[in-house]
Each structure stands twice: as C-alpha cells, then as structure tokens.
C-alpha cells in the first residue's frame, strides 16, 4: 500500500460574496477532489490545538501527525533545519521577512503595505540580505538568505519575552503595536528600524520602483524559536516517508522527522509553481521505494494573503487536476490510499489564519463507496468525522486507529 497525502495549503476559507456565497473551494472546479469525496471519505480536523498561533508550522505537524503541543519549538528553527543552519542549545532563530512599509512619518508610523515585498526574486533578497548581515550582523547575530521574501536571523543565547507578529497578519495596518516590545526585544526593534534605513533607497529597490514593483525597504523580524527534535516518522510509522516542497517550514519538518526531501525544478511557492512537477516527482520517489508522500503546495495560501480570489481559485484548481488528477491516473490498478486537506483556513475576507477545523478527504482505492458527496468545507461540517486533535489524523489515514 503506497499512501500520498495532499496539503493545499490555507484551501479552505469563508463564503465570499462576489462568488455568490460560495467558497473559493467550492466555486473552483474540482472533478478529483469530488470524485474522492464521493467514493471516499470526508471529515474535519482540528490541525491548531487551543492557545496556539494558526501557523503553517503547527498546522503541518500536526498533519504529520506530532502534537504540537509536545513538538512545537517555534517556526524559524524549522526553517533553519533545511537551510542547513546548526541552533545551538541556547540559540535563538527568527523568520526574516523582506517587507514593503509605506506611509510618511517616523518608523514606527509607517503601514504594512506588502509581507512579501512583491515576491522580490531570491536574487535580489540575497544582495539585501547581504548588506543587512554586513551593517547589522554581528558575532552575537547573523542573518541568512533563503528564498524569495523568506530569510532567517540567528540569535546567539539571550532571551525574548512574548510573541512577534507575522507579517501577513497586519496587512494595510500602522506597524506602531506591532513591533517588538519587552526586555530582549528593543535590540530587534533597532535592528528593523535601521534596516530601512540602509534599504529604502537600495539600488535594487529604486531600480523595483521604476518597474512598478513593491520595494523591499524593511526586514521584519517574527517566528521565533529553539531547536527542535522530532520522532523519526519511519520509527512512529514503519514506513519510509518522503516531502515534496517550495518552502523551507515544510522541508525542515521533514528533516527533522528524518523523511527524504525531494526537490523539484520550479518549485515557487505560488501559483506559477511547477504543480505538475511536483506530481511527477512524488510518483517517482514511490517507485523508488517510498511508502508515504507528503506534496505541501503553498499556492492558495499565498493567494489569500494577498487578496487575490482568482488565483486562489486557479491555484485549487490546478492542484486538483495538475497534482491529484495525475496521481490518480497514474496510480489506478495499484493499492493506494490518498488524503487531500488544507493545514488551516486562510479566509480571503481576513488574507490570515483562522483556528477553524480544517475538511480533508480520504480515499482508498481497496475500499471505494459511493455517494453524492462533493469535497468542499458545507460537505465536511456536515460528515460525522470529526477529529478534535488534528494529530491523530495521522493515524486514521495510516489504519493505526479505527476509531476516533
């Protein structure tokens, strides 16, 4: 039995008005997510636990079936694991975000105009990230690139007091009660302010500007965490796992579980991602042997942050028909089970998180039923499947439990 599990990220959301009060899920056209829901079976899961963010950090782990409340150390440092950065016991990483503040006035008056900065180019991030390690990194701090917008800070020992927000959460807002405050956090407060500073006027940025693009004139400092130390999935499963992924959150969750992490050419993290590569590769690394697959596409996620209801749409359409309609293909005749779910909502109405249980579908091509069901969140609330701690979803799709 081969198992793939399908995380379109923040799928799910609220009924939107210019869609006639649908979701974008369930005005998009899904023939095999629909298809599955009909001879499969649906359900709802709780993914982030009580008191914690609804991060695509939580929200995976507990997909992949650890326990938030047991695992979670904090975003970045997973990050940091498939960066190949090495946290010290003491050490403290953050996500840096390249961001676009507009408005005039002090610093701290300025608005959250863009959390990614236009998804500037990971070769235009590099040489800012570069001059931002070369003014502001010391050898108590280092900044490292990543990819596109996504960058990291390493911190060495210290402590930081209460929780920084993401980027995204703020969008269109004044930054005022939104920066670093407490004992630990002034240094990273300066550390931002002195970033626009050395960015605004960058020669990258002004050359962004006179292309119509969002300039990258700030770091934002968020996500902050500790090394963490995961279960081996194949010891808590037997199975030889493999994760397919643009982003580095996903990658370093593998990594940490001692998954094998496939990469794919085109891989981006939006809806210009290589979807079709992505499926190609996951029925690839399965012949080679993988037991399990876990294809994380970030493309609706990033849709709703930014507001865009069409490519939401598009981005759930391509997954269904780029990714799951070619593995449903390919593997026809074979013994497989499939799971396709969101980690969290990202409602277009709040272009953020929310906590709400997430639908997810099961199907097992052992096993097929036959109803009417399509696979949208109504269909799901209505099923009497429902898990309230999204970690044990893990289980059920695995046949670990068969009850819940």
């Known amino acids: 039995m081969k198992y793939i599990v399908i995380l379109s990220d923040g799928m799910a959301d609220e009924p939107c008005s210019v869609l006639n009060g649908k979701t974008p899920l369930q005005y ?6 629909d298809f599955l829901a009909s001879a499969g079976e649906v359900g709802t899961a709780r993914t982030v636990p009580e008191g914690y963010p609804p991060g695509s950090d939580v929200a995976n782990l507990s997909v992949m079936g650890y326990d938030p409340r047991e695992y979670y ?8 694991v498939s960066m190949g950065i090495d946290l010290g016991p003491g050490d403290i990483s953050f996500r840096c975000n390249l961001v ?5 006035g002090s610093y701290e008056e300025k608005f959250m105009e863009d959390y990614c900065a236009g998804e500037i180019s990971s070769e235009e991030s590099g040489e800012l990230i570069e001059l931002i ?23 060495k020992g210290g402590n930081i007091e209460g929780n920084l927000t993401p980027p995204h959460d703020i969008h269109g807002q004044e930054i005022l009660s939104y920066l670093p405050a407490g004992e630990g956090n002034e ?6 302010k002195d970033s626009y500073d050395l960015l605004n006027n960058h020669p990258v940025n002004m050359s962004r500007l006179d292309n119509s693009l969002n300039p990258a004139n700030s770091i934002w400092l968020w996500g902050e965490g500790k090394k963490p130390s995961l279960a081996s999935f194949t010891e808590k499963y037997n199975l030889r796992g493999a994760v397919i992924s643009a982003v580095d959150l996903i990658k370093g969750i593998g990594m940490c579980a001692n998954m094998e992490v496939v990469e794919v050419p085109g891989a981006t993290g939006n809806v210009h991602t290589n979807f079709q590569g992505k499926a190609q590769a996951a029925l690839k690394t399965l012949e080679q042997g993988a037991d399990f697959i876990y294809i994380h ?28 309609g070619k593995i449903l293909k390919s593997l026809k005749g074979t013994e497989f089970k499939v799971m396709v779910l969101p980690d969290h909502p990202t409602p277009m109405r709040t272009r953020t998180h929310s906590t709400d249980p997430v639908p997810f579908v099961i199907y097992n091509s052992l096993n097929e039923k036959s109803t009417d069901k399509n696979f949208n969140e109504d269909t799901a609330r209505e099923c009497s499947l429902k898990l309230e701690y999204g970690y044990t979803l893990m289980d059920y799709f695995l046949g670990k439990t068969t009850c819940m």
Do not use: C, W
Not at 73 to 80: D, H, I, K, Q
Not at 187 to 192: A, F, S
């Open 28 to 33: 998009a056209s899904t023939p095999n997510m």
């Open 73 to 80: 150390t904090g975003r970045s440092p997973l990050e940091a």
């Open 100 to 104: 676009t503040l507009s408005g005039e």
């Open 133 to 155: 390690n070369s003014k502001l990194g010391s050898s108590e701090h280092k900044f490292y690139p990543g990819v596109s917008y996504r960058h990291l800070m390493v911190l």
């Open 187 to 192: 240094k990273l407060k300066q550390m931002m």
């Open 297 to 324: 596409l970030e493309a609706p996620d990033e849709a709703g942050h930014q507001g865009n209801l069409q490519d939401k749409i598009t981005a759930i359409e391509e997954v269904d028909e780029k990714v799951l």
